[in-house]
T-cell receptor, first 116, second 112 residues
Framework: ETGVTQTPRHLVMGMTNKKSLKCEQH?????MYWYKQSAKKPLELMFV???????ENNSVPSRFSPECPNSSHLFLHLHTLQPEDSALYLC???????????????FGSGTRLTVV | GEDVEQSLFLSVREGDSSVINCTYT??????LYWYKQEPGAGLQLLTY?????DMKQDQRLTVLLNKKDKHLSLRIADTQTGDSAIYFC????????????FGQGTELSVKP
């Protein structure tokens, strides 16, 4: 375990389902991130939270809805997804928005999402 | 621009050196990073270099930065089968707090 835990590891959902991805860290970090990883593409930054406040939404469709109830937990709520949303969803954390400069991010192992 | 580009595949024989290359477009990048992703896992920070450095060495890893050409490379000496993974280059800037820009990743295959 890297210190950032993501659940579930795998998720298969239909296009009409509603599901949530969970990310948890107990590293004392204040910034948390959602990334989408598709094969042979750069990692796509989706959302950034700092001290529970969203600081960036990278033009993500509204069928993805993030929630950050505290600095240790981050959720990604999913509804009416499309097959092209199938990907590995990675959560990361850093000390804060400047902490990355020395230590980079700590990533979770990701949730492999398949939309059928 | 914010593009970070890498070649997609590299294949080497065990014991040889591997060189993974990365180019970036934004000359104001402050830090440049190399991450490693093993199958079924998230990304693990391998090393990073500050933009005012030319080279950084850490055991079998050597990072070279050519700011003029905006070119970053990662050399792995004595490559082992356990080094097989996807390697991501990333950049960050002082004026874009909280944002790492990643390349597509280079899949390194080490053959015995």
């Amino acid at each position: 375990e890297t210190g950032v835990t993501q659940t579930p590891r795998h998720l298969v959902m239909g296009m009409t389902n509603k599901k949530s991805l969970k990310c948890e860290q107990h590293l004392g970090h204040n910034a948390m991130y959602w990334y989408k990883q598709s094969a042979k593409k750069p990692l796509e930054l989706m959302f950034v939270y700092n001290f529970k406040e969203q600081t960036e939404n990278n033009s993500v469709p509204s069928r993805f809805s993030p929630e950050c109830p505290n600095s240790s937990h981050l959720f990604l709520h999913l509804h009416t997804l499309q097959p092209e949303d199938s990907a590995l969803y990675l959560c990361a954390s850093s000390q804060d928005l400047t902490g990355q400069f020395n230590y980079g991010y700590t990533f979770g192992s990701g949730t492999r999402l398949t939309v059928v | 621009g914010e593009d970070v580009e890498q070649s997609l595949f590299l294949s080497v024989r065990e014991g040889d050196s591997s060189v993974i290359n990365c180019t970036y477009t934004d000359s104001s990048s402050t830090y440049l990073y190399w991450y490693k992703q093993e199958p079924g896992a998230g990304l693990q920070l391998l090393t990073y270099i500050f933009s005012n450095m030319d080279m950084k060495q850490d055991q079998r890893l050597t990072v070279l930065l050519n700011k003029k050409d905006k070119h970053l490379s990662l050399r792995i000496a004595d490559t082992q089968t356990g080094d097989s993974a996807i390697y991501f280059c990333a950049e960050s800037k002082d004026n874009q707090g909280g944002k790492l820009i990643f390349g597509q990743g280079t899949e390194l295959s080490v053959k015995p």
